[in-house]
Antibody, heavy 121, light 108 residues
Framework: EVQLVESGGGLVKPGRSLRLSCAASGFTFGDYAMTWFRQAPGKGLEWVGLIRTKPYGESTEYAASVKGRFTISRDDSKSIAYLQMNSLNTEDTAVYYC????????????WGQGTLVTVSS | DIQMTQSPSALSASVGDRVTITCRASQNIAASYVNWYQQKPGKAPKLLIYSASSLQSGVPSRFSGSGAETDFTLTISSLQAEDFATYYCQQSNSLPFTFGPGTKVDIK
């Protein structure tokens, strides 16, 4: 059974950092791109960024709103994807989801349960 | 960026009703790059339809999708109690991937 489990969320002050983890199981992690989304309270879904597989250089792409502040990485040996978030601001408050990306074309068939990040002083 | 709009933003329907949700893209998108998701309160989204019209494995056949270029549709042929949720369209034609604002389907 495919499972994605996010962890690492919590309350953090503006300007601080947080690292989210996404532990995967039930599939060959290294064969799939991984994509992060977020959803602010009561709002819609927003794409955060993605990391491709090793054959594609583990290249990354980011939304303009997080580029330069957030970094996605992966450890295929542990089947974990990471979202490093620096210089957090209140607009980053959201539930963060990791997903398995079935590219090409990109579609997201498994989602984690989400982890809440609250940025507040 | 490709903007996705949805209509209606909300609708009330009864069990057994046929429900249609429309999604419009701000520019032409190949059908292969349009997906639909269902989200229930407090839960992660669930992939229903991919490539505009392909039913994701395990999704009931009462869900269907269609469309081309800028106009795409999600149809629920006979609404069931478990279908009351918010539905989102999403494009993967180009980065950044974008979603419509959602259509909330609730009980009449």
């Amino acid at each position: 059974e495919v499972q994605l489990v996010e962890s690492g969320g919590g309350l953090v002050k503006p300007g601080r950092s947080l690292r989210l983890s996404c532990a995967a199981s039930g599939f060959t992690f290294g064969d799939y791109a991984m994509t992060w989304f977020r959803q602010a309270p009561g709002k819609g879904l927003e794409w955060v960024g993605l990391i491709r597989t090793k054959p594609y250089g583990e290249s990354t792409e980011y939304a303009a709103s997080v580029k330069g502040r957030f970094t996605i990485s992966r450890d295929d040996s542990k089947s974990i994807a990471y979202l490093q978030m620096n210089s957090l601001n209140t607009e980053d408050t959201a539930v963060y989801y990791c997903t398995r990306d079935l590219a090409p074309p990109d579609r997201f068939d498994y989602w984690g349960q989400g982890t809440l990040v609250t940025v507040s002083s | 960026d490709i903007q996705m709009t949805q209509s209606p933003s909300a609708l009330s329907a009864s069990v057994g009703d046929r429900v249609t949700i429309t999604c419009r893209a701000s520019q032409n998108i190949a059908a292969s790059y349009v997906n639909w998701y269902q989200q229930k309160p407090g839960k992660a989204p669930k992939l229903l339809i991919y490539s505009a019209s392909s039913l994701q494995s395990g999704v009931p056949s009462r869900f269907s999708g269609s469309g081309a270029e800028t106009d795409f549709t999600l149809t629920i042929s006979s609404l069931q109690a478990e279908d009351f949720a918010t539905y989102y369209c999403q494009q993967s034609n180009s980065l950044p991937f974008t979603f419509g604002p959602g259509t909330k389907v609730d009980i009449k």
